[in-house]
DNA sequence: CCGGATCCGGTTAGATACTG
DNA sequence: CAGTATCTAACCGGATCCGG
């Protein structure tokens, strides 16, 4: 049941039981981005086998991070949720993803492209503030990617909420965005900008002038791409 | 060579990759603590073994967080050293023992109990200015374990250095503390005081009183034992 | 002693398919 | 939707051995 111990007293082996073992802390990241749901999880986590993913929910739950619950307005459906003891390991995530940002080598991790994870951490960090307030459609068009994956749309509704479609919504589109997966993954991970990218004609925007002016706000950005990068 | 990947682009998925195997963040503590030499290495993680341990640090130097170089007063020894990479995950490995120490059981902890990883903490950590300028020795004895573990002695130099023998130097005592190994742990790590522990005659203080009053500052005790314990 | 390398058996993880 | 089942490959722990 329980992986085996380090057989230390000192709290970083103790928490290190906890969560060094292989995907937890990926697995963490995306349950502390709000992810509750088993497929919703798999979504977030696609390359983490669903034997294991459900493995390591019940050890985070046995160590007290998760708690299982059901959904109120779904009954037949659980949700995992964080504990307080989850909540309190955010600062801990954040500063390893810190430390990754700053430290490791980006070329490899931009061979590790996914269109989806992108854009639905496009979805989850935009910023609604500069957008319009009306109904704002804005089409990611990859034209190198096979055509299940070619076409995104980001939809941010009057009441600020934002959905994401893979499949086209079929509203009128205000802001067509043509580029492709590398470059729109460095803008989102801070490492370059929406104007460097629009002037060395990696990235196409067409449509409303303002949708285009205020990308690089409502992009929203990885929450570490603030952190400096100093990896050779 | 390296670990199987993720194959996330997001940092936290990047720095797992390098941190989050078996052994790996107990070793950093290690290093992070001072430790230099495979030896010593062996002796703060005793219960890796030599081939993982030399893995490991193959791994973090590939990784560039650990850097490998001879040591210039005994050029046939090497030594591994932290890199700014390296000396930069420290908030890191600190938020993770930060986390142990509030949210981990301590139960289950405290029956991986080691004499030895506590005596060298113990030295590290020794504040060193209570301690009156002159060579004092404290004697540890923990009458419940065999001869071999039983007796230690703390000897700070008049130039602050200090040791720490497992047999003994031949000098005069100031200072018995005769106690058992859970109850000096707990007091370490921040869990009773060292007044409770004298009052309930767990630990009993025998020699200079100046050493005996001050016990509770010069201990120094484990860099977590500030943070409060919420774990159930 | 120091700094590993080698071998072997048990455990863990990955891939894929399948079920209530 | 929410997981199991099964099989294979990779990893880990423990012991032993070896060259300086």
Chains 1, 2 share one sequence.
Request: glycine residues 4%.
């Amino acid at each position: 049941m329980t992986n085996a111990s380090y057989k230390q007293f000192c709290p970083v082996a103790m928490a290190a039981e906890v969560l060094c073992t292989r995907w937890t802390v990926v697995l963490l990241r995306e349950l502390i981005a709000g992810s509750s749901r088993f497929n919703e999880l798999r979504r977030g986590v696609p390359r983490m086998s669903p034997a294991l993913l459900s493995k390591r929910l019940g050890e985070l739950q046995d160590a007290g991070v998760v708690a299982r619950e059901r959904l109120a307005e779904a009954p037949e459906i659980d949700a995992y949720r964080l504990t307080q003891a989850g909540r309190d390991l955010q600062p801990v995530i954040e500063a390893i993803g810190m430390w990754g940002q700053k430290w490791v080598e980006t070329e490899p991790s931009l061979e590790n492209l996914d269109p989806e994870l992108l854009m639905w951490d496009m979805r989850r960090n935009l910023d609604t503030r500069p957008v319009p307030r009306r109904r704002c459609v804005i089409e990611f068009i990859y034209p190198e990617l096979p055509e299940a994956q070619r076409r995104w749309w980001l939809i941010v509704e009057p009441d600020r909420s934002v959905d994401l479609c893979h499949i086209d919504p079929g509203f009128d589109v205000d802001l067509y965005a043509t580029t492709d997966l590398r470059t729109m993954t460095e803008i989102w991970m801070g490492l370059r900008s929406v104007r460097d990218a629009v002037e060395r004609e990696a990235l196409l925007l067409v449509g409303a002038s303002e949708l285009m002016r205020s990308m690089q706000t409502w992009l929203g950005l990885s929450p570490f791409a603030r952190q400096e990068k100093l990896a050779r």
